[in-house]
């Protein structure tokens, strides 16, 4: 038998070996240069608590509660326009002194600005006037008097001194009824400077003049005084929620300024015109002022309908106020508890509170929020 050297087997096997490897090695190649698997993690719910011990914090199940339906809307506090007056200057000129300043509280005849006015001088010529020609009337009067009775003139004659003398007292009233009007009271020593005071009492909630401004005749009013006793809440409701709200219904109006003070008005006047853009209509609400509402004020009005509806209702010790919103906390399994956002209603007796929104009957929660809060912080 032939032998075969190990040189040549060699020579025969490793050709095939390397191409064997190379081929096995090329998918590895490519792995090397691929990115790794991605791996999601899920971030934990912020809501979501796990505590040691759930039984040290008692629960309680939320209760049914039927109550009218309720709409609310946001609106704004408005002057009463038929108690806005404004104060009117019959006299031109140039403002040399202001008095008071929009917003201030005015009592009725306070001063509120001075005006230089050259029309005095043109009313106290004409007044002057008159009263020489009442003066010369008067005397003619008397003279036809003596005349008549001794028969020197006729009957006519008297008539017309009468008649002359009538007229020239007219002009003397119109002429000093104007001078008042101009804003002087003194006619035996007229001034050029006229004295504009308040009509009413009130707050000045309009101002259109300043300092060394001109003030045009009937035709710049100064200021505006508004009667603030009573104020108009004015609201924008959408169309498909006008069914809810009726002519002399009561509506609760709260400040936003003032979110725990509840004040009710009465709703005087529902727009006959729906705004196009936005489909709504401007509802006007009357009410007394309690003294803490100015004008501008973002209110909330909330109307109160015929037909009842099913709410839950909690101990209020389970609602939690945080971050200008209403929560609830339930139980959830493996020792954890979800905090709920709730809308919290009104109080109800037994120290309950309504929930509108966000709980159903039946449903548990912690029954001290509170509580249950600063432990889960510690």
């Known amino acids: 038998m032939k032998r075969v050297s190990l040189e040549t087997l060699a020579h025969i096997f490793l050709p095939g070996a390397l191409l064997l490897a ?28 796990q505590v040691d011990h759930p039984e040290q914090f008692p629960l309680t199940a939320a209760v049914e509660h039927n109550a009218p339906s309720q709409l609310k809307v946001t609106g704004t506090v408005n002057p009463d326009i038929a108690r806005n007056v404004p104060v009117i200057s019959l006299a031109t000129g140039r403002v040399v002194e202001i008095a008071a300043r929009l917003g201030d509280t005015v009592q009725k005849g306070q001063l509120l600005l001075r005006v230089q006015s050259s029309d005095i001088s043109g009313a106290y010529s004409d007044y002057q006037k008159a009263v020489a020609d009442e003066q010369l009337t008067r005397t003619q009067l008397e003279r036809a008097d003596r005349l008549y009775a001794k028969g020197a003139i006729s009957l006519n004659d008297l008539q017309v001194a009468q008649d002359t003398d009538a007229k020239a007292k007219v002009d003397v009233k119109t002429t000093a009824q104007r001078l008042r009007l101009l804003g002087n009271t003194n ?6 400077i006229v004295e504009i005071r308040a009509p009413v009492s009130g707050v000045i909630t309009d101002q259109e ?3 060394a401004a001109g003030v045009q005749s009937l035709g710049t009013n100064p200021f505006t005084i508004s009667d603030l006793s009573y104020v108009w809440i004015l609201c924008d409701v959408y169309e498909n929620d006008l069914s809810i709200v009726h002519l002399g219904d009561k509506a609760d109006i709260r400040l936003n300024a003032y979110p725990n003070e509840v004040f009710t008005g009465v709703v005087a006047n529902v727009g006959p015109v729906l705004d196009p853009n936005i489909r709504t209509a401007k509802v006007r609400i009357e009410m007394r002022n309690p003294g803490l509402m100015r004008v501008g004020m973002f209110v909330t009005a909330t109307f109160h309908g015929q037909q009842k509806e099913m709410h839950a209702a909690v101990p209020a010790t389970a609602v939690l106020h945080l971050h200008d919103r209403d929560w609830v906390y ?38 001290n929020a509170l509580e249950f809060q600063i432990t889960v912080e510690q």
């Open 22 to 49: 190379g081929c096995g090695s090329a998918p590895n190649d490519q792995n090397a240069g691929a990115p790794p698997p991605l791996k999601v993690e899920r971030a934990e719910d912020a809501n979501v608590f």
């Open 187 to 192: 006619l035996d020593q007229p001034s050029d």
């Open 209 to 211: 003049v300043t300092n």
């Open 330 to 367: 339930e139980p959830t399994p493996d020792k954890k508890f979800r905090r709920v956002p709730v809308t919290a209603g009104d109080m109800l007796p037994g120290n309950m509170q309504e929930i509108s929104s966000g709980l159903a009957p039946g449903e548990q929660v912690v029954t």
